[in-house]
């Protein structure tokens, strides 16, 4: 398990560009609409969900974190025309769509050993979970059970994120009771489908509002990745 502090709100803005620049696009507003509705783009969106959802109902099956609130962003992004300088592959394709997921659980922050055990724990049977009792999750477990120290280090901040490939678990800062180190709410952004899904569930939950149910809050961040692509070329992926 490895920590990285790594918020989800530039993630969120970069989904939520649907075109580079208004001038150098690859294809009109109109096309990128057709293109990110077509049935491809809807089965392979629809897969892609359901794949990040599951992921999100690991969590809450098996370990001690409960389910409160789900934010999808799925964005389709334009590519460019030309890029002459900083190629970064964005001339190369029409439209290129991916998929932000961000769950809020609510914890117990009495109990912090036992539900990062359990998450340690549901990682070493669950692929979907891929966090486990390595040597970085022994150390944290360690720290929470209060047998071991800060594995960020001596006089460091509190651990409050780890992050591995396939996601971010980032929960609120429960020893040095730092207000400024709590998960933030989620940003509201348009809702403009095809090009643009923007989806709260339940459209009533707040982080806040879990915060003050369950004592703490735990924020798990998925991407899909580029889940379709439509190249210059005609060619799919």
């Not at 999100?56 to 001690?64: F, H, M, N």
């Not at 009495?110 to 022994?138: C, K, N, W, Y």
Request: aromatic share 8%.
């Amino acid at each position: 398990m490895k920590s990285m502090a790594k918020g989800g709100l530039a993630v969120l803005l970069l989904l939520a560009m649907t075109a580079c620049s208004s001038g150098n696009r690859a294809v009109s507003p109109k096309e990128a609409r057709r293109l990110a509705s077509s049935r491809q783009a809807v089965e392979a969106r629809q897969q892609a969900e359901q794949k990040l959802r599951k992921v999100v109902r690991a969590y809450a099956d098996r370990t001690r974190l409960s389910l409160g609130l789900v934010v999808v962003l799925d964005a389709c992004q334009t590519g460019l025309r030309k890029q002459a300088f900083f190629q970064d592959g964005s001339d190369t394709y029409k439209i290129a769509c991916s998929m932000h997921v961000t769950a809020y659980y609510g914890a117990d922050p009495h109990h912090m050993g036992d539900v990062i055990d359990s998450i340690l724990t549901a990682g070493e049977s669950d692929p979907q979970i891929p966090f486990t009792h390595d040597d970085d999750g022994r150390r944290l477990l360690a720290y929470y059970r209060g047998k071991g120290p800060n594995p960020n280090g001596p006089g460091a901040l509190e651990p409050s994120d780890a992050f591995v490939r396939e996601g971010t678990l980032t929960w609120d800062s429960v020893r040095d009771h730092n207000p400024r180190r709590l998960v933030e709410e989620p940003l509201t952004l348009k809702n403009d489908p095809p090009v643009q899904r923007f989806l709260r569930e339940p459209s009533s939950a707040t982080v806040s509002g879990l915060r003050k149910k369950y004592g703490m809050v735990f924020r798990l961040e998925l991407d899909s990745g580029d889940y379709y692509k439509v190249y210059k070329s005609g060619r799919n992926s």
